[in-house]
DNA sequence: ATGAAAGCGCTAACAG
DNA sequence: CTGTTAGCGCTTTCAT
């Protein structure tokens, strides 16, 4: 900045103000600046400005998987909406650890930035201590809670879990079995979904449970373990994705057990190829783009510093139900 | 950091050197600081320690789009590696926008990352010039070219193409349809498959492209076109991506179409469901995490200053062959 | 092994 | 509208 201040005749504090707010400098003066900018290739030093600034207008966000759709789709809404507004994302993966998670945070932290987007609402007593100390706008997504570190913006897994039970019971269905990948907040929507559907009269729900990250191929594996080992023949699979569930369709094919007739499949997520596989999957829908922009827009109010406004927004869900149950 | 050595009896340059370098201090003078540290919660600023030593710990990265697995697996084990050697990763999506890539360059630049990682190998003049004079490694993925900016690790999307021309006329097919999202690598690959596919005997294939994201909807579309508009009866569908394969498969199996019977399909990436679904997809196969991890090492060698070694680096593809042609 | 001091490249008063 | 000045919180010599 002082270099092409030096060339365009100015103070360096000069070119600050040119490049910062271009309405506080004469045009003339901003006409030298900018040939000045355009001769040396200035980039500005952002790390600078934030230490100066104290603001980073960086966001950082953390996420369980960014191969999974379900928060890349969530991340990729809220980022787009922050980028237009001037932010930048930085992100990682916790892997669903909540020690990594911990860790990670002390580093996000470190970084200053202006914001913090994290999935989920459960956090180490570490993280949260962090976290409130570092004074920033926190947004928890993908869940919510009555006692959100700042806010949150998501829906009540359990409210989903015991929806689908429901739902299935009215279907006629008095055997279940649930298929659940290694996720907490999965494991919330079985029990939810296990308990309701015993309370509406059926019977307790065979639990498979696959370890590592949902897949068509963990699916598959899952019916066979629950035809196989639970000797489950006819009812309902709840599934804790639609990945998932299109392995048990797939594997049920091949075997040649009838989709809906034999067995009935609800997966969860209502990812594209939902409903386009065959048969169609019936399937809990959570509109992850609007979940990013609400945490975005909400964000922003925390931002400007402006009212706060509900601090628990709970987005819902809704079954769709399709070919599959 | 001030605060901490005060409470701990030391400067706040022995606190600096406890924490880059707990060695240069004695052990004594280093527990008393780590319990100042508790004390106080202490998160140190990597905004100014970048400032001052102009290190920032930061690899920025451009992709086109995030909840694209081909991508997004890519960053992942890119930056698992990355994150393990101390780094943080900056993620953003150029949405295979050109201009939009040349602006997040400009931007990404401003944080001073210590490297920059980038998506393919074409960019606009402006931009290899604002990468250049960073002085910074850059590393392109997902693609190779004589002439990049640092260097590459990817593949040749040309010969890719070729090589699924030779492979389908070897089966027999002389007819084909090729699907192509809105992607120039895919449409590369397109082209020289339609050459070689020529080339070898073969009638020109009928040219299905895709608007926007890649999608099982589109890929049912495209089978829908090339039945309906193009007339095309027999023979064999090279898609750009597994995604789409997936969904030309799902129309023909809705229509009564025999695949590979009537339909031979030729999908792009190995995507895990493309061995799962029925029937399993014949498909290229490029190792993504294995593309990640070398984009990771040679980038590590670059920053340490140690010998570039080679700056093309080709990883190749395979041509899984299953039950789909 | 530790302290003192000089920046890193900006922003933000404060003057004029 | 523009210049001057004092930091922001660290790292990095240079001494001791």
């Not at 999974?68 to 809220?78: E, G, K, P, R």
């Not at 020690?99 to 200053?112: F, K, P, T, V």
Request: hydrophobic content about 45%.
């Amino acid at each position: 900045m002082t270099t092409v201040g030096r060339i365009a005749g100015v103070s360096q504090a000069t070119v600050s103000r040119a490049l910062s707010d271009p309405s506080r400098v004469s045009p003339e003066t901003l006409e030298k600046i900018r040939q000045a900018i355009r001769a040396t290739g200035f980039v500005p030093n952002a790390v600078a400005g934030a230490l100066a600034s104290s603001r980073s207008n960086l966001i950082t966000a953390l996420v369980p998987s960014i191969t999974n759709i379900v928060y890349s789709s969530l991340i990729q809404s809220f980022s787009r909406v922050m980028r237009e507004w001037g932010y930048q994302i930085l992100l990682s993966e916790t892997g669903f650890d909540a020690e990594e998670e911990e860790a990670l945070i002390a580093a996000h932290l470190s970084r200053r930035p202006d914001a913090m987007l994290l999935t989920g609402t459960r956090h180490s007593p570490q993280a949260r201590k962090m976290l409130i100390g570092s004074g920033i706008p926190v947004v928890e997504v993908w869940d919510i809670t009555d006692t959100p570190i700042d806010f949150c913006v998501g829906f009540s897994h359990v409210e989903a879990g015991r929806a689908v039970a429901r739902f299935v019971r009215e279907l006629g269905h008095d055997r279940a079995v649930t298929v659940t990948a290694n996720d907490e907040r999965a494991r919330r929507r079985r029990d939810a979904f296990a308990e309701s559907f015993v309370q509406a009269g059926g019977t307790t729900p065979v639990a498979v449970d696959c370890p590592g990250a949902a897949s068509l191929a963990a699916g598959r594996a899952a019916l066979v373990e629950a035809l196989e080992v639970h000797g489950f023949g006819r009812g309902v699979v709840f599934c804790s994705s639609d990945l998932l569930a299109h392995g048990v369709v797939s594997e049920a094919q091949v075997r040649g057990i009838a989709v809906p007739g034999d067995l009935a499949v609800v997966g969860f997520g209502d990812q594209d190829f939902a409903a386009m596989v065959e048969p169609p999957l019936t399937t809990v829908r959570v509109d992850r783009a609007e979940l990013g922009r609400r945490a975005a827009t909400a964000l922003r109010a925390r931002l400007e510093g402006n009212d706060p406004g509900e601090t628990v927004i709970d987005l819902g869900y809704r079954i769709i139900r399709r070919g599959s149950a």
